[in-house]
């Protein structure tokens, strides 16, 4: 398989990892977040290793970020097109889809006069680069239109093209039909056209054509790239990830904005997917595009983890490529998951990946079980939660919380609700497949809650709230943001049931007004820091703006904790959010405070698609349903929102023990199931 088709480092990396872990910032395409070029204003269409980079206009032009990438390598950085001599006037550009783009030009026929345009120029770009355009002509005679492509390449990396480092364009050779370029460390592409220009000009780029349309008549050109160096090293087995790991879901209802944002969440996801190089069967996301498509992270297995109404599959295989990785022998890294650190805002140094994965293994593993996965496959990964669970009993300090970054760090309190729910989650894994220790961990789970409780919650008149951690000698950093919403993730449990919380009810309540205030709810979405708290930032990823992933957490544990009215809040602002993304939510956009006509602000750097933003649309669906399956029990659940603030929704092609389910919420609030797996009851 190719390299990853991005080494550098995104906004949330740049620091060195844990013992033993990868580095982010090593190599050739490693770039400060600092440098990183603008986004929010591109149309990034993916299809894993594939994808391409373009303005809005259409005109690839060598810019910035703009091109055909593939595998981490600049394939094409240039391609403009020129009819008549001139270059057409823009006027659309949009995402058709995942991994397309379309984009609408037009321009005055030769020898025309008048202000209308006779020429209308149709482009349509795919994530592999393969470009289909056409000319269309309205005008009233034949015309014999000269068309002009001109074509270049740095074959750079991308690490080397975000920081501004992407080397001269390369020399052409003429090939075929077509052009190619060659750089020294063996890599070739070549770009084929059809049909085969009419002159090709190697020095200058160029490749020609005399299109002759007749009135109303239409001319395609279709460009293909092609890169030898990737075709030798590439697998046989490593063709793009069928359908069939993620279901076509359908959600419809009285809100016309749930169907595009499940559909693009879906199509989003299936772009991201990326097959194990050494296994070629298993999957897992990239967790965002341009920046984070590398080896399987802590990110991938939350997406996996949320996008489980979707099916087990995806969950499955992630859960392997992570667990092939796992620290084995007898020492304290053993049982440990790897991963790179992430940079935590201005309050907090770097959190650990590794540490994230080795907690989430277990609860995704349990939920997964839920959900439907099979025996086989469970038998499979058990050992690997186990070994898991037995590096969180020995990776507590001496006040009895999890450090992070393991072993000398602060003790957050998201880190310990990851803990408390492996526990608990792993107490029930453990007695399910018959395995000693299951009493135990729940023990361990109902001590670390009364430490918790005790510790990392401030008393005050107002009602106190959370502490962002604890420092390494205990003072405590008392600020508040949407870290907090794992605060309310407990997890499913038997018969669907929500498992035990840090937190006791009224924290939770308290916690849910928190979240309704304006200082952290936003109007699009939970700020990652307060708008009162120091070091607040709109633009901080982990200072105040709002990532997507956190807000949906929120909305299912405050509508599971039976806080509606928060949790419906948060909802549609972040319908509305995703509505001015044209439904494709990105990881995070500013957090600047919601006013009349206003639009959410775009973060310039941040991935868009982003596998935890593409996943929290499902669950920010399936959240409104309230689905609670729990498969070993033969039964679902449906625990809507009572106050329908979408209306009637309904919700079709979703997975439930492998099998199609489709539930629906009517506008009074009432659930019901309209297709399930046979033998399966309908819970409480």
Not at 106 to 124: I, K, M, N, Q, W
Not at 245 to 263: C, F, T
Not at 620 to 638: E, F, I, N, Q, S
Request: aromatic share 4%; proline share 9%; glycine share 12%.
């Amino acid at each position: 398989m190719a390299p990853s088709p991005a080494q550098a480092p995104g906004p949330s990396t740049g620091h060195p990892s844990h013992p033993g872990a990868p580095s982010p910032g090593t190599g050739a395409g490693a770039v400060r977040s600092g440098d990183l070029p603008a986004l929010h204003d591109t149309l990034v269409c993916v299809a894993l290793p594939a994808l391409t980079i373009s303005p809005r206009h259409g005109q690839l032009t060598g810019t910035g970020l703009e091109g055909v990438f593939l595998g981490g390598r600049r394939l094409l950085s240039r391609c403009v097109l020129r009819v008549a001599g001139r270059e057409p006037v823009s006027l659309h550009g949009r995402r058709a889809a995942a991994d397309r783009a379309d984009f609408v030009a037009v321009l005055r026929a030769p020898g025309d006069t008048g202000p209308d345009p006779g020429l209308r120029v149709e482009r349509s770009r795919e994530a592999d680069g393969t470009e289909r355009i056409t000319l269309r002509s309205s005008a009233l005679r034949s015309l014999r239109v000269p068309v002009e492509l001109a074509l270049g390449t740095d074959l750079a990396d991308l690490g080397a093209v975000a920081g501004g480092r992407p080397g001269p364009e390369l020399a052409a050779s003429v090939h075929g039909t077509g052009l190619r370029w060659a750089h020294e460390d063996g890599t070739a592409v070549t770009i084929a056209a059809d049909p085969p220009p009419s002159d090709a000009l190697a020095a200058a780029g160029l490749l020609r054509w005399e299109a002759e349309l007749a009135p109303g008549d239409r001319c395609v050109l279709t460009l293909r790239i092609r890169s030898e160096h990737s075709r030798r090293r590439q697998n046989p087995g490593t063709g793009r990830p069928g359908g069939h790991v993620l279901a076509d879901a359908v959600a419809e209802g009285d809100d016309p904005r749930l169907g595009p944002l499940l559909r693009s969440s879906v199509d989003d996801l299936r772009a991201l997917l990326q097959r194990d190089p050494a296994h070629p069967a298993d999957v897992h996301l990239a967790a965002g595009v341009p920046w984070r498509c590398g080896p399987v992270t802590a990110e991938a297995l939350w997406a996996a983890r949320m996008a489980l109404p979707l099916g087990t599959r995806l969950a499955v295989t992630t859960l392997r490529a992570l667990g092939r990785t796992q620290r084995d022998g007898s020492g304290p890294e053993s049982g440990l998951i790897p991963g790179p650190l992430r940079d935590a805002g201005p309050l907090l140094p770097p959190r650990c990946t590794g540490v994230e994965a080795t907690l989430a293994f277990p609860v995704v593993l349990a939920e997964a079980r839920r959900w439907g996965l099979t025996e086989q496959d469970l038998a499979e990964l058990l050992p690997v939660a186990e070994r898991c669970l037995d590096w969180l009993r020995g990776a507590v300090d001496a006040d009895g919380f999890v450090p992070d970054p393991w072993p000398a760090g602060p003790a957050r309190a998201e880190t310990q609700a990851h803990a408390h729910r492996a526990a608990v989650l792993g107490a029930d894994l453990l007695d399910a497949c018959g395995r000693p220790g299951g009493d135990a961990w729940r023990e361990w789970a109902r001590a670390l809650r009364e430490r918790f409780r005790r510790r990392f919650w401030l008393d005050d008149p107002s009602g106190g709230r959370p502490v962002l951690a604890r420092t390494p000698d205990g003072r405590p950093l008392p600020h508040l943001g949407g870290w907090a919403a794992h605060l309310l993730d407990t997890g499913l449990t038997a018969a669907g049931r929500q498992a035990p919380g840090l937190l006791d009810k009224g924290q939770t309540e308290r916690l849910a007004r928190l979240f309704a205030a304006p200082a952290l709810d936003s109007g699009w979405g939970l700020r990652g820091l307060g708008e009162k708290e120091p070091g607040y930032n709109p633009f901080g990823h982990r200072s105040g703006a709002v990532r997507v992933h956190e807000t949906a957490v929120a909305v299912a544990g405050l509508a599971a904790a039976g806080h509606e009215d928060e949790a419906a809040s948060l909802l549609r602002g972040v319908l509305d959010a995703a509505e001015a993304f044209d439904h494709r939510l990105p990881e995070m956009y500013a957090g600047e405070r919601r006013t009349a006509g206003a639009f959410p602000v775009p973060h310039p750097a941040a991935c868009r698609p982003a596998a935890v933003a593409a996943a929290a649309g499902v669950q920010l669906l399936t959240a409104v349903l309230g689905v609670r399956p729990d498969v070993p029990g033969r039964t679902v659940a449906l625990h809507p929102l009572r106050s329908a603030p979408l209306g009637e929704v309904r919700l079709s092609g979703l997975r439930v023990a492998g099998e199609p389910f489709a539930g629906r919420v009517g506008r009074l609030g009432l659930g019901m199931v309209e297709e399930a797996a046979p033998g399966l009851q309908l819970g409480v």
